[in-house]
């Protein structure tokens, strides 16, 4: 069994930067590939980042390309998303899956509650 926990998300103008972690209480994040999602209101759930375990190889939605970084450290079992220069369209719930790295949620085993974000203009 697995918990896995957001935290970082919160209220920012455009332009601001937010640091989403999550983190991994009882599955060691070695072991699996990392993604990041989001869900806005009324759109369906859309991927945002990914990393890959074995070589740290990381993967981006057009739309964040540039702004958003994924990192993850593997000692703390925790994973970052760093934001930058958010934008209203931002918005949304963040999670964050363990499973086998790709741009599908389908490919996430475990996910976590998510974290609220919200980019005012």
């Known amino acids: 069994q697995v918990q896995l926990v957001e935290s970082g998300g919160g209220l920012v103008q455009a332009g601001g930067s937010l640091r989403l972690s999550c983190v991994a209480s009882?599955?060691?994040?070695?072991?699996?590939?990392i993604g990041w999602f989001r869900q806005a209101p009324g759109l369906e759930r859309e991927f945002v980042a990914a990393i890959r375990r074995r070589d740290a190889f990381t993967s981006y939605a057009d739309s964040v390309k540039g702004r958003f970084t994924i990192s993850s450290d593997n000692a703390k079992n925790t994973v970052y998303l760093q934001m930058n220069s958010l934008k209203p369209e931002d918005t949304a719930v963040y999670y964050c899956?363990?499973?086998?790295?790709?741009?599908?949620?389908?490919?996430?085993?475990?996910w976590g509650q998510g974290t609220q974000v919200t980019v005012s203009s």
């Open positions: 899956a363990l499973g086998r790295y790709s741009s599908r949620w389908s490919t996430y085993d475990d």
């Open positions: 009882t599955r060691p994040f070695s072991r699996y590939d």
